[in-house]
């Protein structure tokens, strides 16, 4: 029974090693993951600080680089604490194997007492010879060979668990020089994100002496913004209404063919001296035309076809790609207190993300091109639609796509503008099912 708790014990002791090594990896993948992010996070820095002529952009990517900094530090947490749970575990496998060990080499050691005592070859010819019949002879004889294998199996047990012991250790020692690297690691981040901080606060004093014009460009540019959404709002509306037209029209078409069919069917079965007026050929039959004043201009009437997609991509949400290859998140979706002005509301219909000058936006998923709009002489956008959904790709200095155009997951749909200004390189991104904003984050993957 005690032997099989222990195995129990083993049993649990490396099915939890097993997980926690595999918690690990996906750990040092993250921190990999923050580390290539912190650097293109510092290559867009760069880029912005030697053309930026305000403070704000750059602290909104100093803002983001602290939060990675931040993650990083919590990762190397995480990974200190899982080593130190491996340590612990490792230290009772030792000592199990102690005690293991020093009650086979104590019973070894009786045996070879006992072995060396009745070592004659004639005290264990005479055990044999003594036996009252052929039987208990054969018997003694086994047990002999028995005796000699078990002693045999017992040096080898206590070989294989000396082995073991040494692996431990070993795994044991590396594993306290890998947590005191992380240790290190993360001291050396800590005190590399509070001079970030301080950093920061600098920019965040010279914003706040330039006030009054900051709050002018934000309200300026919140005019624009909404001036762009009410454009996009009128062509998403053109796109559904166009969309019901044309589904309306082959719903008609379709039925004046089935109606022009059936009456010459009927005809054709009917006596050969009535008289009626000849069918209309099914070939002439043709549809009504429907305006667009007939249609609804704010949610379209899906197809069997254009159900398929919108179903595939509802059933992508939370993993479709990001617009861009890299980049972060720079402003929020809705309303939100500006970053350094708590009074001051800010809107925004999507997400801005700031990527790296000369980064392409890319379709989050398969669909056809709806409009490709002229927003500014600066500023163009692609509108995708997928089913009744539509994703919009604003703030391109060049467009590669035509409207009508079938696009797939990741295509390449134009150049995210820099601005000659700022030095900053900005995507906004939109998601709508029909006329309805949703927030994009929710349907993006993790990166």
């Known amino acids: 029974m005690p032997k099989f708790f222990l195995s129990l014990v083993l049993l649990c002791m490396t099915s939890v090693l097993w997980s926690q090594s595999s ?4 750990l040092e993948q993250r921190k990999a993951q923050i580390q290539r992010e912190i650097k293109d996070n510092e290559k867009m820095l760069k880029s912005v600080q030697s053309k930026e002529k305000s ?5 909104l990517i100093q803002k983001n680089k602290i939060r990675l900094k931040e993650n990083l530090i919590s990762t190397t947490e995480k990974q200190t604490k899982l080593l130190a ?4 575990l490792n230290q009772l496998k030792i000592n199990k194997l102690n005690k293991e060990l020093l009650v086979l080499k104590e019973d070894y050691a009786k045996k070879i007492v006992q072995s060396y005592k009745s070592r004659s070859e004639q005290s264990r010819a005479m055990f044999i010879l003594s036996s009252e019949n052929f039987l208990q002879a054969f018997k003694r004889v086994q047990y002999l060979k028995q005796y000699t294998n078990f002693r045999k199996e017992q040096g080898e047990e206590i070989k294989g668990k000396s082995i073991e012991l040494t692996a431990v250790n070993k795994k044991l020692n590396e594993q306290k020089v890998a947590k005191q690297k992380l240790l290190e690691e993360n001291k050396k981040e800590r005190a590399s994100l509070e001079l970030e901080k301080i950093e920061q606060e600098k920019l965040v004093n010279s914003i706040k002496k330039d006030k009054n014009r900051i709050v002018s460009e934000i309200r300026k540019k919140q005019s ?4 762009i959404d009410r454009q996009i709002d009128r062509l998403i509306r053109e796109a559904i209404a166009e969309a019901n037209r044309k589904a309306a029209e082959a719903k008609a078409k379709a039925l004046a063919e089935a109606k022009a069919a059936a009456a ?3 005809a054709a079965k009917a006596p050969k001296s009535s008289k009626k007026a000849a069918p209309v050929p099914v070939e002439e039959v043709k549809a009504p035309v429907v305006s667009r004043s007939e249609v609804s201009s704010s949610r379209i009437e899906l ?7 919108a179903d595939s991509f509802r059933a992508n949400k939370g993993n479709l790609p990001w617009p861009v290859e890299k980049g972060f998140v720079s402003l929020g979706y809705g309303d939100q207190a500006h970053p350094i002005y708590n009074t001051l509301v800010i809107h925004n219909s999507g997400v801005e993300i700031t990527t790296e000058e000369g980064a392409n936006a890319r379709a989050v998923f398969g669909g056809e091109v709806a409009s490709v709009m002229i927003l500014s002489p600066v500023n163009k956008a692609v509108m995708i639609q997928h089913g009744d959904y539509f994703t919009v790709y604003q703030n391109l200095s060049t ?6 155009d079938k696009v797939h997951i990741k295509q390449s749909l134009g150049r ?4 000659g200004e700022t030095g900053k390189t900005v995507i906004k991104f939109l998601l709508l099912q029909n006329t309805t904003y949703s927030n994009p984050q929710g349907w993006l993957s993790n990166m």
């Open 23 to 26: 918690q690990q990896e996906k």
């Open 55 to 59: 403070a704000m952009n750059v602290y």
């Open 85 to 88: 749970n491996d340590m612990y």
């Open 224 to 227: 624009e913004s909404k001036n």
């Open 264 to 266: 010459a069917e009927a």
């Open 303 to 309: 197809t069997p076809e254009s159900k398929l997609i």
């Open 399 to 404: 467009v590669s796509v035509n409207k009508g």
């Open 416 to 419: 995210v503008r820099t601005s």
